[in-house]
């Protein structure tokens, strides 16, 4: 579904991301962890197609990709229902069916009775829902997660977390879930790369629980430098 | 003594009403008539006319149905005159936003409208259109579309660019983006520029009817000017300074309030 070859990008002579190789098959689920300025929000927009490599080749064989940002970019100056209706607009043609699905995605996200509300009177964790919901409106083939979770306490993450996977597995979406969060990462993904300054690698997940126990953490940790 | 008054509380509501907006518009307001009333008594009437002649000739004018008629005629000509070069302004500024080529092509033109002074525009719409609405309204529309244009332009080119790639990967198409993205997030600039464009476009109409219309506020302000009639000239400016307080505050303020709706909790 999804496959980078040598791919290679630079910001302003900077190198971000090094002739950088992995697949992604359909209906996978993959974490990729790394330390801020590692790259894991470019190799989001290499596949979402808002940018380019410099060098070797991008594929990604999907139409319908759901992307949650790290800053969530609503539009301020529509309601939180209309935000998520906005995609809809754009991918189903039975225009009597956007609000009543728009709705259906809010309620999934615990969002009910803030349909009206403007961004700005949401608190950061209420926007997070709201961007998550945008994403999975559209029921992706591809569904991109920006530490999706990173303003949301940890119960209703938690809670969260487990809904988003029975979804993820219903609608059998590929996805691909950046974060410096390891237990979060570790919960949602099938499989689990590294990016640090050495390039991406994978790590195996053998037994979830297990890793966790050997503190895999705190060697993660180490790789990541947090 | 034996007052229920709190002089604390009175003098509270003092200190906040001399701090409020309200008393210095108000002390402006009366300086101003202040300001009048001495310079009609320094000066004959003919030159200037007092605040009370002034008044009386405006009650004649609202009384004979007079001032109804012309403001009508202004305000329907401003409508439509600032109205097509509004909406030219806005099209035009959405459409040079999204595209640069057009963008630079457009310069030069917005640079000479707005750079050849107004009375030579006034002069070459009387040549081209004769006497009459059409002169004024050309004159109207021709001045307030750049300013509109810049207004809008520059409300565009300072739209997130981290919005414009959500609707990419989203794949919103242009005219779900035009109308959710672009229009509200360019809707203060566009009303910024609106309210600049219609007190130029006031002034422009006002002049073009007194070289070239056949009636409105600015040719009974000819014709007070030609008869000598001081208190009526003054009577029709302060009709023009209505017309244009109703364009604001009556028109464009609740406006831009209802559009920015989202800015307030």
Redesign the interface.
């Known amino acids: 579904m999804i496959k980078f070859e040598d791919v290679s990008i630079a910001f302003n002579g900077k190198n971000v991301l090094n002739r950088i190789s992995f697949e992604i098959k359909s209906h996978e689920s993959v974490a990729i962890l790394g330390p801020s300025g590692s790259g894991k929000t470019t190799i989001l927009k290499l596949i979402a197609g808002t940018l380019k490599p410099d060098s070797g080749r991008v594929e990604v064989r999907s139409q319908r990709i759901g992307y949650v940002f790290q800053d969530y970019r609503l539009l301020p100056w529509r309601t939180a229902l209309d935000n998520v209706a906005l995609v809809l607009k754009a991918s189903i043609a039975d225009r009597t069916k956007v609000k009543e699905r728009a709705i259906g995605w809010m309620r999934l996200m615990r969002l009910q009775g803030y349909y009206n509300y403007y961004p700005r009177q949401l608190s950061g964790g209420m926007v997070q829902r709201v961007a998550i919901a945008r994403a999975l409106a559209i029921e992706p083939e591809v569904l991109l997660m920006d530490e999706p979770f990173s303003s949301l306490d940890n119960a209703l993450a938690d809670m969260l977390l487990r809904q988003l996977k029975d979804v993820l597995a219903n609608y059998r979406t590929t996805t691909v879930y950046v974060s410096h969060d390891i237990v979060g990462a570790l919960s949602v993904a099938q499989r689990l790369f590294v990016l640090s300054r050495e390039g991406l690698k994978e790590y195996p997940i053998t037994d979830r629980r297990q890793m966790l126990q050997l503190n895999l953490e705190t060697r993660l940790k180490s790789i990541l430098g947090t | 003594m034996g007052s229920t008054l709190n002089p604390d509380a009175v003098r509270q509501k003092i200190q906040s009403w001399y701090r409020s907006r309200g008393f210095y518009i108000t002390l402006s307001i009366i300086t101003m008539l202040l300001v009048w009333q001495v310079l009609s008594m320094l000066f004959s009437r003919v030159i200037i006319a007092s605040p009370q002649d002034t008044f009386v000739a405006l009650g004649n004018l609202l009384l004979k149905g007079e001032l109804w008629t012309q403001f009508g005629h202004s305000l329907g000509r401003l409508f439509i005159g600032l109205g097509a070069g509004s909406v030219l302004g806005i099209i035009m500024g959405i459409l040079a936003g999204m595209n640069y080529q057009l963008r630079f092509f457009l310069e030069p033109m917005r640079w000479t409208i707005v750079t050849v002074p107004v009375i030579i525009l006034a002069v070459l719409a009387m040549l081209w259109f004769g006497i009459g609405s059409l002169p004024v309204l050309f004159l109207v529309g021709l001045i307030t579309t750049p300013i509109v244009y810049v207004n809008t332009l520059e409300g565009m080119l300072a739209i997130d660019s981290?919005?414009l790639?959500?609707a990419?990967?989203?794949?919103?198409?242009s005219h779900?983006k035009i109308r959710?993205?672009y229009l509200?997030?360019i809707?203060s600039s566009i009303m910024a520029g609106l309210t600049n464009a219609s007190g130029i476009g006031v002034r422009a109409l006002i002049l073009a009817e007194f070289m070239g219309g056949r009636n409105g506020i600015g040719q009974s302000f000819f014709k007070a000017w030609s008869f000598l009639d001081t208190p009526a000239l003054f009577a029709w400016i302060l009709t023009a300074f209505a017309l244009m307080g109703l364009v604001e505050f009556g028109i464009l303020r609740p406006t831009r309030d209802y559009l920015m709706r989202?800015?307030k909790?």
Request: proline residues 11%.
């Open positions: 981290r919005v790639e959500m990419r990967v989203y794949k919103i198409p779900l959710e993205i509200p997030g809707g989202w800015k909790t």
